[in-house]
């Protein structure tokens, strides 16, 4: 486990939804996000996600991030909407392009 990872405070509330300090910022809360991701708390991914992005609106990855969530979650138009943030912050991100082109197949969008 990285060191970021061992500072971050979720922890597992009683109804068993994560819980998160609401003193993470930046580069932690995003952090945390990708840990929900990885854990498959996709859902707690999207929020953290948001979070980054609303503090952060030019952050590197997460928009490309929170689009992976959301196509886990089949929120295919949120997804778009963010993968084609993802692009207009970066438009020399292949990633940004390949994912929505995955998105607009998964809607079988092909114009």
């Not at 929900?36 to 490309?64: C, Y």
């Not at 138009?77 to 991100?93: G, H, M, S, T, V």
């Amino acid at each position: 486990m990285s060191d970021a990872e061992q500072h971050l405070f979720i922890d597992s509330s009683a109804a068993g939804s994560p819980t998160l300090s609401a003193d993470l910022k930046g580069d932690e809360l995003y952090d945390a996000a990708k840990a929900a991701f990885e854990r498959g708390n996709f859902q707690t991914s999207i929020e953290l996600m948001k979070k980054v992005v609303a503090d952060e609106p030019k952050h590197k990855t997460a928009w490309m991030d929170l689009g992976r969530a959301y196509m886990v979650l089949r929120q295919t138009d949120n997804a778009i909407d963010a993968f084609k943030k993802q692009a207009e912050l970066d438009p020399y991100d292949e990633y940004a392009y390949d994912s929505l082109g995955w998105a607009y197949t998964t809607q079988r969008k092909y114009d």
